[in-house]
RNA sequence: GGCGGGUUGCCCGAGCGGCCAAUGGGAGGGGACUGUAAAUCCCCCGGCUCUGCCUUCGAAGGUUCAAAUCCUUCACCCGCCA
């Protein structure tokens, strides 16, 4: 077994998912073995994004390659705040608030991870339930004592925050909650190897050498470069904030619309990252994308795989169908009832009443959402972005009239290439 | 506790009594070109019942015909001293 934990380490590297390891040979030697290891998720808001299922599917990798995978989720640590990648102190967030961040990223975590695998099931944990029966005095004399202060003070997300703005002594103090649930892990169900994003080495390490010295355990690190994008920007980031996982936050159409309009320079990139598909698969999409980029195979696959991932086959399917009825180059006034109030189900919307008249084109955007303001919606007219029914209109004051709804029903507009939303005659 | 510096639109950052909805950069948006891509070029970017009006420059008061700009108090941040 030691060649396929070798195998699943270079998989790893190909993919780009290995930034750096504890001492790699003692790594795959260790992983020979059916191994438990974790990942934390600490709740900063009410769902994970695409930037923790970078890391959350390495986790699945993993549980997939036979080993024994736990979700920890932050009940403690989200409490506190993690300085690392911080320039600056974060405001702490109420307790109740964190409680319910936590129930629902606990649920989120559970669905990529198997928990009915026979030898290797998943295990979901919340470090609140061995932080909080602690006292202070027993966790400054039990694991406060394992820690110098000097190499507290060297970690980079505590040395670079003393040079820009300061630390508090609640975040300097976050490195020993994670060591600490590392060393409980490792105590409880023999944790032998914790996953992280490469500004977690500091806070990982920091676990290890907790672990050697209380339990004279040896555990092991490895890291996930984070992930980035071609021309700099930042991943998982739009106009309209993350790309969340939550389908309350972002629409599965969004979602897909995400992935679709993906970079050509991070396609095959983002493949690696988030794709199951095997070496072999991937290099075929990179080949064909080179080939005939315009056909954006490679875009489709990604989108693809990961809604029916995040959501499922069929809402993927769905959504897709939307996409394809909506982007066609046929005429939407050729779209049956059916098709049509199916693909408008995954945008934003609004509606009129049937009676009443119909407000402006300017209006009826702005109700949809898809803009911020009123303002924002004249500019789009003012610059020639706005179209009813795939064509344009002009004139601030423009309104769809009664002809203008498909099928008795329906006006679709959009703002400017791709941003759709639809009125719906009530 | 003392002294000094700071807090400006999504972010960075100019402005230091009227010419300020506020220079510049970034992010973002629209158009052209394309492939619902990138690069490039042009344009836009507080709000509204839009040739005008309203609300913004940490908060609250005040001086003035007029304040982001001056004064007072408060809050937070940074530095030096205790």
Redesign the pocket.
């Given at each position: 077994m030691a060649t396929q934990s070798k195998a699943l380490i270079d998989d790893l590297k190909w993919r780009g998912l290995f930034s750096q390891s504890t001492d790699e040979g003692a790594l795959i030697q260790a992983l020979s073995k059916p191994t438990t290891l974790y990942i934390g998720f600490d709740p900063t808001a009410p769902s994970l994004h695409v930037g923790n299922l970078v890391v959350l599917l390495a986790l699945r990798r993993f549980q997939l390659a036979g080993h024994i995978p736990i979700a920890l989720v932050g009940g403690a640590t989200g409490l506190i705040g993690d300085p690392s990648g911080k320039s600056e102190e974060r405001s702490l967030n109420t307790t109740d608030v964190v409680v319910a961040w936590v129930e629902r990223i606990r649920v989120q975590v559970s669905k990529y991870l198997d928990f009915n695998a026979k030898d290797n099931a998943a295990i979901v944990a919340n470090n609140l339930d061995w932080t909080s029966p602690l006292s202070a005095i027993e966790f400054l004399r039990d694991v406060g004592k394992h820690f110098s202060v000097n190499q507290m003070l060297a970690k980079d997300s505590v040395s670079s925050r003393l040079e820009a703005?300061?630390i508090s002594y609640t975040e300097f103090s976050y490195q020993v909650l994670q060591s600490f649930d590392f060393l409980e892990l490792f105590r409880r169900h023999n944790c032998t190897l914790q996953l992280g994003g490469s500004d977690q080495w500091g806070n990982i390490t920091a676990g290890l050498d907790l672990i050697r010295r209380v339990e004279s355990g040896s555990a092991h690190a490895l890291t996930i470069p984070l992930l980035a994008k071609a021309?700099g920007?930042k991943f998982g980031k739009?106009?309209g904030g993350a790309i969340w996982l939550d389908p309350e936050m972002t629409s599965p159409y969004a979602f897909f619309?995400y992935w679709?309009?993906?970079?050509?320079?991070d396609v095959i990139n983002f493949l690696k990252v988030f794709s199951f598909k095997s070496r072999e698969e991937i290099e075929a999409l990179e080949k064909s994308h080179s080939e005939n980029?315009?056909a954006?195979e490679a875009?489709r696959a990604l989108a693809r795989e990961l809604t029916s991932l995040v959501h499922s086959a069929q809402i993927c399917d769905r959504v897709e169908a939307a996409?394809?009825a909506l982007?066609g180059q046929g005429e939407l006034s050729e779209l049956d009832e059916a098709t049509l109030t199916a693909a408008l189900a995954e945008l934003p919307r609004t509606t009129v009443k049937s009676g009443e008249p119909i407000p402006t084109w300017v209006d009826l955007l702005?109700a949809t959402g898809v803009v911020?303001?009123?303002?924002?919606a004249?500019?789009?007219v003012k610059?020639?972005?706005a179209y009813l029914n795939n064509a344009k209109i002009s004139g601030e004051d423009f309104a769809p009239s009664k002809s203008d709804f498909l099928c008795g029903k329906y006006a679709v507009l959009r703002?400017?290439?791709?941003?759709l939303a639809a009125v719906e005659l009530v």
């Open positions: 703005g300061g021309d920007s739009t106009a619309q679709l309009n993906t970079d050509d320079k980029p315009g954006r875009h996409a394809r982007f702005a911020d303001s009123k303002s924002a004249r500019r789009i610059e020639g972005g703002k400017g290439k791709r941003d």
